[in-house]
């Protein structure tokens, strides 16, 4: 294992000392691991928290901010966090409005946000969850955990964040989070394992030859291993599950090439080429995209496509400003 | 001065009290701690490799939590000291095992109430109630390749043993048995629960991480727990 770490114990702790001192507008709670908004918590606005394992930076504390999350919970490197931490963050970020909870669908985050959603019910805190789930890999979810939630969680994060920041009630905000993941589809690939440093070892092997094709975002191998391909066929095999998911025919769409964190920016754009085209010619709207190393699995080399189909409420509320450390738009200075 | 309720016993021999509930929470972090690597390897293959880490840093927790408070020497009620446990496994492991072995001790809890010590129907009954409240949180059922494929099976052998006349400790070792066969039963299994379930198929072939730590866990209530059984190989 070659990581720039100093104790495999104590990498998220000193991860999160790095993300006080890089981002003064921050507001870090190390004994509960929890990052919030600065100026949380905001009298009369709904709160959104979020958080989960932490190796998949800047997923969730880099969209902590004005705009999107009032606060990120970080639990071990690919294990939720547990419900004492959600439930500091759920109080620290209440500011009377309600608190939505935006839980990627696996099932320790799920089991830990149920437990710290019931002890904020108890102290008075009301709490609604959305639970994101947009990864089409997953082919039948009566028979597994269902589908898992993936790059998705950063579109429903940033609308719902927007909704929020613009006054909308907390079933409005939940609401309209529900929405945009039921039009929020993502697959993706891997080309590499990766390495949980408290484990030491990459988590799976694959051939220098070989792709894992439908992997989640924590490590886990995925549905197939395929042959490597060329570019425009990897981009194929992304879109094909998300095209005979959702009908986007006609449609517009936000479309994400999100890398999974070993993959250089070189490689997701030559992606987002192939996506672009393959888009094209199925009369897809490319209206907004994002194309960079969002939702991560440490240091996997590997990519993923996402795309919400767009409506004119959820493209106004996408443009919305937004002030967090990995997404920033709108705003001045 | 702690209520007698049925399933209450005084603390003695084959009687389950603070004291005998530390020793096999003792037991089962050794235990957890020497097969860390196993688990994290055996979750590699079909799970995202923490099972055995994460597991390990909530039982060290709870170990910590006990020579600080030392409830084998105190008055500590078994309710207090399950429910001690659950809260530290909730707060330390994480991800769903942490949940899930909370919720397995917190239902004890609640299920013994606040006696000195529990009869060996008692403790099977606590037991059931801990088990029942993990399916109701993970939803799962038998035949998911989780730990409920374990925990099931234990609580089943451990009440048919007792209703046939045997001691706690001889409805512990068969629970343990039971629990094992149980854990070797998940590896043609395919997974329908927990993130083994993502590999559909391909999860089969390799046995379950949770089954496996519950396992150690019922071992360890065998190992520690009702005195020496009254008859067997492994008595004496």
């Known amino acids: ?333 | 001065m702690a209520t007698q309720t049925a399933g209450s016993a005084e603390p003695g021999e084959g009687s389950v009290d603070a004291a005998a509930l530390t020793e096999w929470l003792r037991a089962v972090a050794a235990s957890i701690a020497e097969h860390a690597t196993e688990l994290t390897d055996l979750d590699a293959a079909i799970g995202d490799a923490d099972h055995g880490s994460n597991l390990d840093r909530g039982m060290s927790a709870l170990v910590g939590v006990l020579d600080e408070s030392h409830p084998e020497t105190g008055d500590s009620t078994v309710d207090a000291l399950l429910k001690s446990a659950a809260m530290t496994l909730i707060s330390t492991v994480g991800g769903a095992s942490g949940a899930l072995y909370g919720t397995l001790f917190l239902r004890m809890a609640a299920a013994a109430g606040p006696v000195n010590a529990l009869d060996a129907k008692g403790f099977a009954a606590a037991l059931r109630a801990g088990v029942d409240g993990v399916v109701a949180r993970g939803k799962a059922e038998l035949q998911d390749k989780t730990m409920l494929d374990a925990l099931i099976p234990a609580c089943d052998a451990l009440d048919a043993a007792l209703a046939a006349g045997g001691s706690l400790a001889d409805g512990l070792q068969a629970a343990a048995a039971a629990a094992a066969a149980g854990r070797d039963a998940t590896v043609p299994l395919v997974a329908r629960k927990g993130r083994a379930s993502y590999l559909g198929e391909r999860s089969a072939g390799h046995q379950d991480p949770g089954a496996t730590s519950a396992t150690l866990i019922v071992e360890a209530a065998a190992a520690t727990l009702g005195g020496p059984p009254s008859a067997g190989p492994g008595g004496g």
């Open chain 1, 1 to 333: 294992m070659k990581k720039i770490i100093n104790d495999p114990k104590n990498v998220v702790r000193d991860a999160l000392y790095g993300v006080a001192a890089a981002h003064p507008q921050l507001r870090v709670d190390h004994a509960q691991r929890v990052v919030l908004r600065g100026d949380a918590p905001r009298q009369g606005k709904v709160a959104l928290v979020s958080g989960g394992g932490s190796g998949h930076e800047p997923l969730h504390a880099g969209f902590v901010g004005p705009g999107m999350l009032d606060a990120a919970c970080a639990g071990e490197v690919f294990t939720s966090p547990v419900p004492d931490q959600i439930l500091a963050a759920t109080k620290a970020v209440d500011g009377g409005a309600g608190v939505l909870h935006i839980v990627k669908n696996y099932t320790g985050d799920v089991l830990n946000f149920e437990l710290a959603a019931e002890l904020a019910e108890i102290e008075g805190i009301e709490v609604k969850a959305v639970v994101v789930d947009d990864d089409v890999a997953v082919h039948n979810s009566l028979y597994t955990a269902g589908r898992r939630g993936v790059a998705g969680t950063l579109v429903v994060e940033k609308i719902a964040g927007a909704s929020a920041e613009a006054g909308a009630s907390l079933s409005e905000v939940a609401d309209l989070a529900t929405r945009v993941n039921a039009v929020t589809r993502t697959m993706g690939m891997a080309l590499t394992s990766c390495t949980v440093p408290a484990a030491g070892r990459p988590t799976f092997e694959l051939a220098d030859n070989e792709i894992e094709l439908g992997i989640g975002i924590h490590g886990e191998p995925g549905r197939s291993r395929v042959p490597l391909a060329p570019a425009a066929d990897l981009a194929q095999m992304l879109l094909d599950p998300i095209l005979e998911d959702l009908d986007y025919g006609g449609s517009e769409a936000v479309v994400i090439v999100n890398g999974m964190g070993g993959t250089p920016q070189i490689e997701l754009y030559l992606l987002y080429a192939e996506v672009a085209r393959i888009l094209a010619a199925a009369d897809i709207g490319i209206v907004r995209s994002l194309v960079g190393s969002y939702v991560t699995s440490l240091e996997m080399a590997g990519a993923s496509v996402t795309l919400t189909k767009a409506d004119a409420e959820l493209l106004s509320l996408w443009d919305a400003p937004v002030d967090t450390a990995a997404l920033r738009w709108g705003v001045r200075g």
